[in-house]
């Protein structure tokens, strides 16, 4: 139950109110930030609140029971909020914010009015618009494992167990055509096709540690990525890169030699199997459909 203390309440029980809406974000990482819709900075709770950001929230409602509530809250990418690059790179995902309606002609009166996580990110130019997830989003999650012909696996993760050491490398930016292309050398004489669906980790610069997924790799010479870079790159900067997996059984087989712990059902029926029926050809025993 949500106590008021008894200053704030009696704030709010006068002829008019100084209240304003105050966000403190915790990272994953431990970064904490604060934020306020107010015209100046706060103070309070051992948090500095900026007034930079330029916040502003949109109306919310709670319910009783477990219904899983959401706001939004939009805001402009800057390098005393949240700056683009970050925004990119995912280090707010899943972040806990913490809502504070604050008196801000006297800060110490304060309270909390909900914890929730950051949801969906959706960015226009420099404005960003973060939705705002109750803690009860995460009993509407699927659980579980979904019965699918490809691997759930990301590679060389727990379940996947592949050692990732020798499906690296390592190279330099030649040139980049755009955001989207990169002209790069140092790779080797990998096989066209290698870096595929692999991801692109910036090593050096101001975009160090900033990670890319790769869509095609046109031998070692040519990347296109998935989606485009958040900045330039400029030549000469450094990358790490690791061979990617289309989640196919032949591939995990033949490549990763992981056939043994592939995380896919490769033998269950397509959903075409539900109009099939007897020709006399095929024996339908459950044995393996593809050998």
Partial sequence: MRTIPPALAAHLGGDATT????????????????????????????TVFSAASGFLASDGEEEQGFSASASDVAGGCSSEAMNAADLAAGRYDGAVVELFCVNWADPTQHVLLSVR???????????FTAELRSRANRLDQPQGRLYNRRCDASLGDSRCGVNLAPYRGTGTI???????????GGLGASATGFFDRGVLTLTSGD???????????????RLTLW???ERAVSAGESFSITAGCDKSF??????????????????????????????????HDGGALFE
């Fill in 174 to 184: 030649l040139a980049m055509e755009d955001r989207s292309h990169l002209v790069v």
């Fill in 227 to 229: 989606l485009p870079l």
């Fill in 250 to 283: 032949a591939t995990c087989r033949t490549r990763y030699g992981n056939g043994l712990n592939f995380r896919g059902f490769p033998h269950v029926p397509g959903s075409d199997f539900a109009y099939s029926y007897v020709d006399g050809e095929r024996v």
């Fill in 19 to 46: 209240t304003c809406n105050a966000w403190r974000l915790t990272r994953r990482d431990g970064v904490v930030q604060g934020f306020t819709d107010h015209d100046r900075d706060l103070f309070f709770a051992s």
């Fill in 207 to 221: 975009s160090a540690e900033v990670e890319a997924h790769v869509r095609e790799a046109d031998g070692t010479a």
């Fill in 117 to 127: 996580e950051v949801g969906e990110v959706t960015r226009a130019g420099d404005k």
